[in-house]
């Protein structure tokens, strides 16, 4: 019973030692500074939002692309320009001002 409670000590002192020579940390969530402006702190929320769309769409595309070069079908991409005015553009989130599509054939 001793031994075991010096042991259990030793390695936890040994993880410790280990994890902090090795430059590991424990996961802090990023945490983002919004400023007191509201339009600025707007501004902020919108590209952050519009980074995560853009990643979140780029995963589906390149799901998408990987199945059909899988089924070796013709696969035509370009994009799509829309006008830099944001209000009316109520059929692209977030207000994108340009969107990719993609046309498959056989």
């Known amino acids: 019973m001793v031994i075991t409670t010096y042991l259990l000590s030793a ?17 802090i969530p990023r945490r983002i500074v919004l400023p007191d402006d509201d339009e600025m ?18 995963e589906y595309l390149e799901k998408g692309l990987a199945a ?14 829309h006008p830099s005015n944001k209000r009316g553009q109520t059929f692209v989130r977030f207000g994108k001002r340009s969107q990719s599509s993609v046309r498959f054939g056989n």
């Open 11 to 27: 390695l936890m002192l040994f993880s410790i030692a280990l994890i902090s020579s090795t430059g590991a940390a424990v996961y």
């Open 41 to 58: 702190q707007r501004e902020m929320i919108n590209d952050l939002l519009q980074r995560e769309y853009a990643e979140r769409y780029r």
């Open 68 to 81: 059909a070069s899988k089924n070796n079908m013709d696969i035509e991409t370009h994009a799509e320009l």
